[in-house]
Nanobody, 126 residues
Framework: QEQLVESGGGLVQTGGSLRLSCAAS????????MGWFRQAPGKERVFVATISWTGSSTYYADSVKGRFTISKDKARKTLSLRMNSLKPEDTAVYCC???????????????????WGQGTQVTVSS
């Protein structure tokens, strides 16, 4: 069974940066697309970024495009999200997830995610 554990969240001022990590164990991470999603208080979980199983293709939500960078280290079984120019509206619990199907390009749909981490809190102060 796959297990995902996020880390790297915290409190940062507007304009600051954070790097989130997601450590994966269980099924072969290198064969699955993975993504980051976030959930603000009182709101649904929404898509942030995804990376294909090869790591060669990425896709971002418009709200984070140009500020966030998703990457994948297959050898270390780690997914990362570099977040720059953070805004108060980026405040949320950030979760990583892996796709249900192997060898995919990644999906922005939560229904396509098979496994979730517990999440890490990111708070951006104004």
């Amino acid at each position: 069974q796959e297990q995902l554990v996020e880390s790297g969240g915290g409190l940062v001022q507007t304009g600051g940066s954070l790097r989130l990590s997601c450590a994966a164990s269980g099924r072969t991470v290198s064969r699955y697309a993975m993504g980051w999603f976030r959930q603000a208080p009182g709101k649904e979980r929404v898509f942030v970024a995804t990376i294909s199983w090869t790591g060669s293709s990425t896709y971002y939500a418009d709200s984070v495009k140009g500020r966030f960078t998703i990457s994948k280290d297959k050898a270390r079984k780690t997914l990362s999200l570099r977040m720059n120019s953070l805004k108060p509206e980026d405040t949320a619990v950030y979760c990583c997830g892996s796709d249900r199907s192997a060898s995919g390009r990644g999906s922005p749909e939560t229904s396509d995610i098979a496994s979730w981490g517990q999440g890490t809190q990111v708070t951006v102060s104004s």
